[in-house]
């Protein structure tokens, strides 16, 4: 079994910044790309960064130019830096991964999600 476990939410300032990590554990064979979604109170789940294992990243309009996701040599840990946080980034963020696990001693492809980490942003 693969689990997504997220960390680096928390309470910061308009102007801010915060990290956010996510790590995959558990049997997992290859990661095809990793990426961070939010989801505000009201509001549907939307695409924040994404990144691939060949590492090409792509960031909502919103993100652009203030969050930075990138991912470690192992290719198991996605990362993203957020900077200039504004108050509409409140939001619960989750980390999501397309991946190859092994189960029963095969691969299978799948999509996980973690369990979100919350950001509020005060003004």
């Known amino acids: 079994q693969v689990q997504l476990v997220e960390s680096g939410g928390g309470l910061v300032q308009a102007g801010g910044s915060l990290r956010l990590s996510c790590a995959a554990s558990g049997s997992v064979f290859s990661v095809d790309a990793m990426g961070w979604y939010r989801q505000a109170p009201g509001k549907q789940r939307e695409m924040v960064a994404t990144i691939t294992g060949g590492g090409n990243s792509n960031y909502a309009d919103s993100a652009k130019g203030r969050f930075t996701i990138s991912m470690d040599n192992a290719k198991t840990t996605v990362y993203l830096q957020m900077n200039n946080l504004r108050p509409e980034d409140t939001a619960v963020y989750y980390c999501?991964?397309?991946?190859?696990?092994?189960?029963?001693?095969?691969?299978?492809?799948?999509?996980?999600w973690g369990q979100g980490t919350q950001v509020t942003v005060s003004s």
């Open positions: 999501h991964a397309e991946l190859i696990m092994i189960v029963a001693g095969k691969r299978v492809l799948d999509d996980i």
